[in-house]
């Protein structure tokens, strides 16, 4: 059940809920309501959030068209079939999908080093969450479907009714006693969870900064490396009409902070978050393919500018 959790865990880290593109038009494209990490302001030690973690600013009045949809999903995968990929694990599916990934964000743990280049179009920056205001959130139960799609005014069969009721499947998994997970819509409740399975008295929570205007452009040198913990719990957002994070406490696992600069003068220089799975035996060969690696060796990925990493 460990086993088959954290490649669950995985897909949720690494795929995107759409098929394509299409989604930023007919499902979750931009978020509904901005959100600004003030890095000038002092954490909030008071909500649980340690050193690296950074005031949050929520504009409701900053809000995005309809058309635009609520949030992105950090990494973009397309799959060349017409169904979405099983998420139960990156073990080969009976129907060979091609499996693709955002430039830059997957990598071999071997080929992280000082002096690595990224690839050109590897960019961090990621729509941010949204927020509702004036909505008391529902227990993330798929039988509260039909009160989120007419609360919200989702049409059913549409892309993002189907993307609420995948985030509400994905949340309502069994709970697993070695790898626990769990959804929240509280940031404050988040960083309980990862207080209490970390283990610690106050988890920290560490977010992947970019200083400077990020361009598809831009290219990066890794300048620093620092391990952070190999006890840690990931929040990533799903695609939803208010903003939900899975958490998860995932096994073998390495935190780090990467130190990025830009390749170029006046390019952009990243701060970033990357976790590395060390055991990757059962996982799908394609990954390895498709990363020149050998099966089995460890892959890492690093987590875009709306990811939270406790430890």
């Known amino acids: 059940m460990a086993t088959k959790l954290t490649a669950i865990a995985f897909f949720l880290f690494v795929l995107a809920l759409g098929e394509s593109n299409d989604k930023e038009v007919n499902g979750f494209g931009e978020s ?30 900053d809000a995005s068209s309809e058309e635009k949809g609520f949030g992105a999903s950090a990494y973009k995968v397309s799959w060349n079939s ?11 599916p009976a129907k060979r999908q091609q499996i693709k990934f955002q430039t830059g ?6 080929n992280l080093h000082v002096g690595t280049i990224l690839p050109e179009g ?11 205001v004036n909505f008391v959130s529902t227990p993330l139960e798929s039988k509260y479907l039909t009160t989120i799609l007419s609360h919200f005014m989702i049409p059913r069969g549409s892309t993002k009714a189907k993307q609420v009721a995948d985030t509400l499947r994905s949340c309502g998994k069994p ?10 819509s509280s940031r404050e409740a988040m960083s309980r969870f990862a207080t209490k399975e970390i283990g610690v008295s106050s988890a920290r929570a560490a977010i992947t900064r970019i200083h400077g205007n990020e361009t598809p452009n831009s290219m990066y040198v890794v300048e620093q490396i620092t391990q952070l913990n190999n006890n840690v719990v990931p929040c990533h957002p799903m695609d939803f009409p208010y903003e939900v994070f899975y958490c998860h406490r995932p096994k073998e696992v390495q935190s780090l902070r990467v130190q990025l600069k830009g390749l170029k003068d006046g390019m952009p220089h990243v701060t970033a978050i990357a976790m590395c799975h060390m055991n990757t035996s059962d996982w799908d060969t394609q990954y390895f393919e498709l990363l020149d690696g050998k099966h089995g060796e460890p892959i890492c990925h690093y987590m875009p500018t709306n990811y939270i990493m406790f430890y």
Request: aromatic letters at 14%; one cysteine or more.
């Open 105 to 110: 964000m997957l990598f071999l743990k071997k």
């Open 32 to 61: 509904a309501y901005a959100v600004h990490w003030d890095k000038d302001s002092p954490p909030s030690q008071e909500k649980g959030f340690g050193a690296s973690a950074y005031k949050v600013s929520w504009n409701p009045d």
């Open 122 to 132: 590897t960019m961090f920056a990621r729509a941010d969450a949204p927020k509702s």
């Open 175 to 184: 709970v697993d006693k070695e790898e626990p997970h769990m959804c929240f």
């Open 82 to 92: 017409y169904d979405a990929p099983p998420a139960s694990s990156p073990k080969a």
